[in-house]
Nanobody, 122 residues
């Protein structure tokens, strides 16, 4: 089992930045791939970014490429999502996820955090 707790969400103006953190506990963090999903009410959850165990490979949704950056610090059992040049359409609840494989993270994550709200005002 992996427990995930997000932090860092909030209200920011368009063009601003936020950094989300995901603190993991339980199973060894370095043994799982992790990622971030987001969801807007009435819409399906969308994969934003994902990163492999050691951090060597990352993937991003087209909508955030060049603006968001995913990273992890396995020594601190923490993952991050740096969000720059935020747009109102980035407004959503952001969820940290983890799974035994990168494919699992992208398709059916095993573990989910409780979510953190990000609101971008225009």
């Amino acid at each position: 089992q992996v427990q995930l707790v997000e932090s860092g969400g909030g209200l920011v103006q368009a063009g601003g930045s936020l950094r989300l953190s995901c603190a993991a506990s339980g199973r060894t963090f370095s043994s799982v791939a992790m990622g971030w999903f987001r969801q807007v009410p009435g819409k399906e959850r969308e994969l934003v970014a994902a990163i492999t165990y050691g951090g060597s490979t990352t993937v991003y949704a087209d909508s955030v490429k060049g603006r968001f950056s995913i990273s992890r610090d396995n020594d601190k059992n923490t993952g991050y999502l740096q969000m720059n040049s935020l747009k109102p359409e980035d407004t959503a609840v952001y969820y940290c996820v983890a799974s035994s494989s990168m494919v699992g993270v992208k398709t059916r994550p095993q573990y989910w955090g409780q979510g953190t709200q990000v609101t971008v005002s225009s």
